[in-house]
């Protein structure tokens, strides 16, 4: 079982940054996927970056156009998402997950891959 904890999320100007932060419980951290899904209002939930088991590989959308950047640290079981240039489509609850993979080099982009969900925290964007 793991529990995934966010925090960092809030209200930003457009243009602004914010750092997620996710901590993670359990010993076997290095052994899941990681990844960053946000949900708008009225909007399916959506991947946004994704980062394999040893921190090597990371993976994401299209829509984020380099401006964000997932990171995680296993020495302290939490994964990151740097938002910079934030825009107001930015604007959603921003979740972590954790997916139990076996190849060192995967990154799930769809939900399905994932095992575990934290309880999302809003990132909010003013124009």
């Known amino acids: 079982q793991v529990q995934l904890v966010e925090s960092g999320g809030g209200l930003v100007q457009a243009g602004g940054s914010l750092r997620l932060s996710c901590a993670a419980s359990g010993r076997t951290f290095n052994s899941y996927a990681m990844a960053w899904f946000r949900q708008a209002p009225g909007k399916e939930r959506e991947f946004v970056a994704g980062v394999s088991r040893g921190g090597g590989r990371t993976y994401a959308a299209d829509s984020i156009q380099a401006r964000f950047t997932i990171s995680r640290d296993n020495a302290k079981n939490t994964v990151y998402l740097q938002m910079n240039s934030l825009k107001p489509d930015d604007t959603a609850v921003y979740y972590c997950?954790?997916?139990?993979?076996?190849?060192?080099?995967?990154?799930?982009?769809?939900?399905?891959?994932?095992?575990?969900w934290g309880q999302g925290t809003q990132v909010t964007v003013a124009s």
């Open positions: 997950a954790a997916g139990l993979v076996g190849r060192p080099d995967w990154v799930p982009v769809a939900s399905r891959g994932y095992d575990y």
